[in-house]
């Protein structure tokens, strides 16, 4: 079955910085990979998806690229804000529908 | 509109102790999943149902965890003779239809097991 590895598991980063959080996959049947972010005791929020036929998305400050190739993908929030401070999940859905989640990344916007 | 709903918000019980937790999804969303997270942990995948059948059992953790739906709509998941290691964050989400990529999770429910 999936198997998706997130790294890093934490992350700090100064105020204005770029943040990068990379996931890779087994499964080269997955064909969707959303990114979601989830603030200390709320509910995970889709914050931007991508689907294997697209290399790259972005949506304001946040970035996400796709290597099929070398089944990884990788989140990128540039303009670093405080509010962006959360734990992030990468996910894979696997062909039997099942999205399959990151161990997750904390990261952590210092002002 | 309104977004997936779980109730209870919270839940404590005995060890023993049987435990039955609702989701309500999204209006019209034919597609519901479940997912349990442990404390600082991803979420891991228990079973998901398109209308009221549901084609793939194989995540959940044992046979005390069973789920099920009626209507196409609200879902039970029921854990028998509940254990501390079942003490967990557990989230429902739902999507358009299993064709339908989006997830949009509930507020989930914490389950303590004493």
């Known amino acids: 079955g999936e198997n998706v590895e997130q790294h890093p598991s934490t992350l700090s980063v100064q105020e204005g910085d770029s943040a990068v959080i990379k996931c890779t996959y087994s499964d080269s049947a997955s064909n969707y990979f959303p990114w979601y972010k989830q603030e200390l005791g709320k509910r995970p929020q889709l914050i931007i998806d991508?689907?294997?036929?697209?290399g790259e998305k972005k949506d304001q400050r946040i970035a996400v690229t796709l290597n099929k190739t070398a089944k990884h993908f990788s989140l990128h929030i540039t303009e670093t804000q405080p509010e962006d401070s959360a734990v992030y999940f990468c996910?894979?859905?696997?062909?039997?529908?099942?999205?399959?989640f990151g161990s997750g990344t904390r990261l952590l916007v210092r002002p | 509109g309104a977004g997936v709903s779980q109730s209870p918000s919270n839940k404590v019980t005995e060890k023993g102790k049987d435990v039955e937790l609702r989701c309500d999804p999204i209006?019209?969303?034919?597609?519901l999943y479940w997912y349990r997270q442990s404390l600082g942990q991803g979420l891991e995948f228990l079973i998901y149902f398109q209308g009221n059948s549901a084609p793939d059992k194989s995540g959940l953790p044992s046979d005390r965890f069973s789920a099920e739906r009626t209507g196409g709509s609200v879902s039970t998941l029921t854990i028998q003779r509940t254990q501390q290691e079942d003490s967990a964050v557990y989230l429902c989400?739902?999507?358009?239809?299993?064709?339908?990529?989006?997830?949009?999770f509930g507020p989930g429910t914490r389950l303590t097991v004493t």
């Open positions: 991508i689907r294997s036929n697209v």
């Open positions: 989400a739902s999507s358009l239809g299993l064709a339908a990529y989006e997830q949009y």
């Open positions: 209006s019209g969303h034919t597609a």
């Open positions: 996910a894979a859905r696997d062909s039997s529908y099942k999205l399959i």
